[in-house]
């Protein structure tokens, strides 16, 4: 199961870098600066649905915690995992643009 979450969040990052290199038309200096924008607000959402992701387990395992008959084990379990998955995905996020950001300081001006 980790190997096909992998791939699915590799094949994401994939989709999300063709999207932000891809060429802007009839683009002025003006909105030169919006592709940036663009990846930065994408970030920002990536991370607050990651955020959301755990907030909604950590809910779920309290109200399970407390004996609310509307909360079931296997969806506590489910919002968990889910939440795991979310945050891996983006710790290897952060670990590809360290990455990158290594490279790109390593190359010769």
């Known amino acids: 199961m980790n190997e096909i979450n992998v ?6 990052i994939r ?5 932000a290199s891809a060429p802007v038309h009839g683009a002025s200096a003006a909105s030169a600066a919006a592709p940036a ?3 930065g607000s994408l970030l920002k959402d ?13 809910r779920q395992q309290r109200a399970f915690e ?7 084990l ?5 919002a968990t995992s889910k939440a795991q998955v979310s945050f891996r ?3 290897e ?17």
């Open 15 to 19: 989709a999300l870098s063709a999207q």
């Open 37 to 39: 924008d663009g990846f």
């Open 74 to 78: 296997s969806s506590v379990m489910l």
């Open 46 to 58: 990536s991370i607050d649905r990651v955020n959301g992701a755990q907030g909604d387990a950590a």
């Open 89 to 91: 995905g983006m710790v």
């Open 66 to 72: 407390l004996g609310d008959p509307n909360t079931d």
């Open 7 to 12: 791939n699915s969040v590799l094949a994401q």
């Open 93 to 109: 996020v952060r670990n590809r643009l360290v990455s990158a950001y290594q490279e790109i300081m390593n190359m010769p001006v």
